[in-house]
Each structure stands twice: as C-alpha cells, then as structure tokens.
C-alpha cells in the first residue's frame, strides 16, 4: 500500500519513499529518531522502545508537513495516541478500514414471470 523508504530502521514506523520535502520537523519532535539519506529524504533511523519514545513519534508523524511518517504497527496504545491526535489516516490498520469496500458484484436475477402485487391476494 505504502512504500518504505530503503533506508527506514526495521519496524512500525517509517517513512513513506518519495515524499520528503525536508521539514526539519522530525528532528526537533523526535531527536534520535530521524536520519537524512544521501538523497535529502529523511527515514526512521531508530524504531521507539519505550512508550515515551513512541510519544515522540507520534508527535513527529502528527507535525509533519505532508504526512510521511506512518505507523503500521497495531499496538492499541499507540493507535489510541494517533486516534487523539485525529491522526488515524496515518496508520496503515486504521486506514485499511476507513476506505471503502470494493462493491460486490449484484446476484444476478432470475428470469421468470414477476408476480405484480395483486396476484399475491388472488391465490
Ligand atoms: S517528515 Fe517527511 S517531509 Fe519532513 S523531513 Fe521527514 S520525510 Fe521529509
């Protein structure tokens, strides 16, 4: 659904390839956690291990520019975290469950004689 960028720290979080445009925003809001590629695109160099350092990145997903950082873990705290935020759209779980379904195919009708209405009282 979403490509990785190569460079992303095994993991939950990642950086989504080809939408950087060098927002800084990651570096102030998660210190440690963000690297920048020798392209400019910045990527998940160290994946959280504590629940503050799951804050962090969350924060740095919710205040990123063009919504690059994504969470595709299912870990119900930090969903609840991104839910706070109305920050759902960026985690893959949610987000697979807000789009809309594939329409299904219709069964197909019987051909035969349609009974109209009042032939239901003339039996
Ligand atoms: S958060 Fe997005 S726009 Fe900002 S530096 Fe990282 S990849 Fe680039």
Redesign the pocket.
């Given at each position: 659904m979403y490509t990785r960028h190569t460079r992303n720290a095994p993991g939950d979080f990642y950086?989504e390839d080809g939408?950087?445009?060098?927002?800084?925003?990651?570096f102030a809001e998660a210190p440690g956690h963000?690297e920048y590629a020798a392209d400019g695109?910045?990527f998940v160099c160290k994946q959280p291990s504590t629940p503050e350092e799951a804050d962090l990145m969350v924060s740095a997903a919710w205040a990123?520019?063009?919504s690059?950082?994504r969470y595709a873990g299912n870990d119900p705290e930090i969903l609840k975290k991104f839910i706070a935020v109305k920050e759902q759209g960026l985690c893959d779980v949610l987000q697979q469950k807000t789009e809309p379904e594939a329409p299904q195919d219709m069964p197909e009708r019987k051909a035969g004689p349609r009974k109209v209405w009042w032939a239901v009282w003339r039996r």
């Open positions: 950086v939408c950087c445009t060098s927002c800084e925003i990651p963000f695109h910045c990123s520019e063009v690059c950082i």
